[in-house]
């Protein structure tokens, strides 16, 4: 089993900065992507940042030149420095890990969320 968590987030006026940080853990062989999306109430869930095994980032049009995606020494963990944040990134950011299992093949995991929340 793999396990997702994330951390950071929280309340912050317009033009105001955070992080956020998830780590993937449990039995794999490796993880191929991971990635940042969020939900707006009444809104589907969108997108924000992912990052390959090979550095390869991809944003959505929105973040761009404010967001930043980062892995961590150990691979297994990623981040999301968010800057000049907005009122309409308020929303509930959700961590993903696309793993590889040696015999089950490629699945995703999903981390519980956390809530950012920018004041205007």
């Known amino acids: 089993q793999v396990q997702v968590v994330e951390s950071g987030g929280g309340l912050v006026q317009a033009g105001g900065s955070l992080s956020l940080s998830c780590a993937a853990s449990?039995?794999?062989?490796?993880?191929?992507?991971m990635g940042w999306y969020r939900q707006a109430p009444g809104k589907q869930r969108e997108m924000v940042a992912t990052?390959?095994?090979?550095?390869?980032?991809n944003y959505a049009d929105s973040v761009k030149d404010r967001f930043t995606i980062s892995r961590g020494n150990a691979k297994n963990t990623v981040y999301l420095q968010m800057n000049s944040l907005k009122p309409e990134d308020t929303a509930v950011y959700y961590c993903?890990?696309?793993?590889?299992?040696?015999?089950?093949?490629?699945?995703?995991?999903w981390g519980q969320g956390t809530q950012v929340t920018v004041s205007s």
């Open positions: 990052i390959t095994s090979g550095d390869n980032t």
């Open positions: 993903k890990s696309t793993v590889v299992h040696i015999v089950s093949g490629q699945y995703d995991y």
């Open positions: 449990g039995s794999f062989f490796r993880i191929n992507v």
